[in-house]
Nanobody, 128 residues
Framework: QVQLVESGGGLVQTGGSLSVSCATAGLTFGNYAMGWFRQAPGKEREFAACIGRNGVYTKYGGSMKGRFTVSRDNAKNVVSLQMNSLTNEDAALYFC?????????????????????WGQGTQVTVSS
């Protein structure tokens, strides 16, 4: 059974930083590109970041570029998202997701429909 569990969410002041992580189990981690998505109340699910199977290729949503950094540790089966310069626009439930990619594909995709497995989300709240 595949399981993705996010952690690290919490309350952060405007301008502050926070790192969220996603621990995985039940899958061959290196065979999956990993993505981060977020959803705020009243808004559609939004792509935040993704990373290819070997951790080289990364992609970010427009408002996240320069502020967020996605990384993965294939030995620990964990993907993380470092978030800096946070504002109220970043307050959301953050989900990690896994997208199986066959060799030799090393890229990742911003489309949520590609991702087969999803975590339950971790809440990020930003105080004004």
């Amino acid at each position: 059974q595949v399981q993705l569990v996010e952690s690290g969410g919490g309350l952060v002041q405007t301008g502050g930083s926070l790192s969220v992580s996603c621990a995985t189990a039940g899958l061959t981690f290196g065979n999956y590109a990993m993505g981060w998505f977020r959803q705020a109340p009243g808004k559609e699910r939004e792509f935040a970041a993704c990373i290819g199977r070997n951790g080289v290729y990364t992609k970010y949503g427009g408002s996240m570029k320069g502020r967020f950094t996605v990384s993965r540790d294939n030995a620990k089966n964990v993907v993380s998202l470092q978030m800096n310069s946070l504002t109220n626009e970043d307050a959301a439930l953050y989900f990690c997701a896994a997208d199986r990619r066959q060799y030799p594909i090393l890229i990742c995709d911003a489309s949520a429909s590609r991702y087969e497995y999803w975590g339950q989300g971790t809440q990020v709240t930003v105080s004004s």
